[in-house]
């Protein structure tokens, strides 16, 4: 089993930053890749990024390309999204997650291959 605790978000002006940080804890040494994703009122989960938890690659959705990054602190499991250039319309519920699946295509690999989740983060940017 993989706990995940979720820590950041909250509330800035469009144009800020903020960041959310995701621990992990258990067996978190059975952790192949960590996701971001967000889910707003009444639109579906967007997969925001995408990090393999061994060699640190990364993935970003077009959206938030040049404005986030992620990265992870293998001794202290955990895994970050620093969020920049912050726009109304990133705000949503971020969410981590982790699998121990491994695909080729690893930056695509399915939701439903998420096995653990964090309780969500409330990002909110006004405008």
């Known amino acids: 089993q993989v706990q995940l605790v979720e820590s950041g978000g909250g509330l800035v002006q469009a144009g800020g930053s903020l960041r959310l940080s995701c621990a992990a804890s258990?067996?978190?040494?059975?952790?192949?890749?960590m996701g971001w994703f967000r889910q707003a009122p009444g639109k579906e989960r967007e997969r925001v990024a995408t990090?393999?938890?061994?060699?640190?690659?990364?993935f970003y959705a077009d959206s938030v390309k040049g404005r986030f990054t992620t990265s992870r602190d293998n001794v202290k499991n955990t895994v970050y999204l620093q969020m920049n250039s912050l726009k109304p319309e990133d705000t949503a519920v971020y969410s981590c997650?982790?699998?121990?699946?491994?695909?080729?295509?690893?930056?695509?690999?399915?939701?439903?291959?998420?096995?653990?989740w964090g309780q969500g983060a409330q990002v909110t940017v006004s405008s």
């Open positions: 990090i393999t938890w061994g060699g640190g690659s990364t």
């Open positions: 997650a982790a699998t121990t699946s491994y695909r080729s295509v690893w930056q695509l690999i399915p939701v439903a291959l998420y096995t653990y």
């Open positions: 258990g067996r978190s040494s059975s952790i192949t890749i």
